[in-house]
C-alpha cells in the first residue's frame, strides 16, 4: 500500500473544509431567518390580520344575520368571512416582504461574501435558504389559515350558517389560503435577489402581489388570461371570493393551482441563478 503524500492530504482537508453538510446550511439559515427582527413582525402582521379580519366578517355577518332574506341567507358563503381579501392583503403583504428580506439584506450587509467563502457551494446555499423560508412559512400559513377558519365558523355556529372544513371548497380554501404565504414568500426571495437591495425589492414585491392585478381588465379574454395568471388573483379564485366568480373570463381551479405551482418554482430558479452568476 503507497503512503498518501502531505500535499495530497493538506488538499483533502481544504476540500472536507470548505464542504458543509446540507443540514448545517439549514441550520445556518434558520438561525439567519429568526435573527431578523422584520421576521418576528411580520409573523405577528400575519396572525393579527389573519385572524382578526376573519372574526370581524363573521361578526358583521352574525350580527346582520336576522335582517338577511331567505335568498341572500340561501346564497351566503360562510368560507368568505374565513378569508376575507381585505385582510389577506396584509397577509400577503409579510409573507413576500419576509422571503425579500431574508435574501436582499444579506447582500446588503454583505454577509453572503462571508457565507461563499466558508461554502462555496452557491446552489446548496440558496436551496437551504428556500427549504428553510418555505417550511417556515407553510407552518405558519396552515396556523393562520385553521385559526381563522375556526375563528369565524365559530362565530357563525350560533346562526347555524357555519360550513364544515369536510366541505370540498371550504377545505380547498383552507389550502390555498395555508400555501399562499410560502408563494409570496419565494416570490419575495426571487425578487430580491434580483434587486439585491430591500426597500426598492419590497416595492417590487408588493407592486407584483397587490398592485398588478388591478392593472388588467376582467372583462377583456387577453387581459383577464394576464390577470388569472397572477399569484394573488389565482388564490382567490381558489377561496371563491365573490368579486372574482362572476368574472366571464373566469380562471379555472385546475389553473389557478398551477399558477400557485409555477411562481414559486420560478422565483426559485431565478434567485438559483442569480445567485450563483452574480458576484455578492
Known amino acids: 500500500m503507497s503512503t498518501r503524500t502531505e500535499p495530497a492530504a493538506r488538499a483533502d482537508r481544504h476540500t472536507g473544509a470548505a464542504t458543509a453538510r446540507f443540514r448545517d446550511l439549514l441550520a445556518a439559515e434558520w438561525i439567519k431567518l429568526w435573527s431578523l427582527r422584520s421576521t418576528y413582525g411580520s409573523l405577528a402582521l400575519i396572525a393579527v390580520s389573519a385572524v382578526l379580519f376573519s372574526a370581524r366578517a363573521a361578526l ?3 350580527r346582520n344575520w336576522p335582517g338577511y332574506s331567505a335568498e341572500r341567507r340561501a346564497a351566503f358563503d360562510p368560507v ?5 381579501t381585505e385582510g389577506w392583503l396584509f397577509v400577503i403583504l409579510a409573507a413576500g416582504a419576509l422571503g425579500t428580506v431574508m435574501i436582499a439584506g444579506e447582500y446588503a450587509s454583505g454577509q453572503f461574501r462571508t457565507t461563499f467563502l466558508a461554502v462555496p457551494d452557491r446552489r446548496a446555499v440558496l436551496t437551504a435558504k428556500v427549504v428553510v423560508l418555505a417550511a417556515v412559512m407553510l407552518v405558519v400559513g396552515v ?3 385553521a385559526a381563522s377558519f375556526w375563528v369565524s365558523q365559530a362565530i357563525l355556529a350560533d346562526r347555524h350558517a357555519g360550513a364544515s372544513i369536510g366541505e370540498p371548497q371550504a377545505l380547498r380554501a383552507a389550502a390555498a389560503s395555508a400555501l399562499l404565504l410560502p408563494v409570496c414568500a419565494l416570490i419575495g426571495l426571487g425578487v430580491g435577489a434580483l434587486v439585491r ?3 426598492p425589492a419590497i416595492v417590487i414585491t408588493t407592486t407584483l402581489l397587490l398592485l398588478a392585478p388591478l392593472a388588467f381588465d376582467i ?3 387577453w387581459t383577464a388570461a394576464i390577470h388569472n395568471a397572477l399569484p394573488v388573483p389565482a388564490w382567490e379564485r381558489l377561496v371563491g371570493n365573490p368579486w372574482v366568480l362572476p368574472n366571464h373570463y373566469v380562471a379555472t381551479v385546475a389553473g389557478s393551482w398551477a399558477v400557485f ?7 426559485a430558479l431565478v434567485a438559483a441563478v442569480v445567485v450563483h ?3 455578492p
Open 219 to 221: 372583462n377583456n379574454r
Open 60 to 62: 358583521a355577518d352574525h
Open 261 to 267: 405551482a409555477v411562481w414559486p418554482l420560478v422565483a
Open 80 to 84: 368568505n368571512d374565513a378569508f376575507p
Open 277 to 279: 452568476r452574480r458576484e
Open 143 to 145: 396556523v393562520a389559515a
Open 197 to 199: 437591495h430591500t426597500a
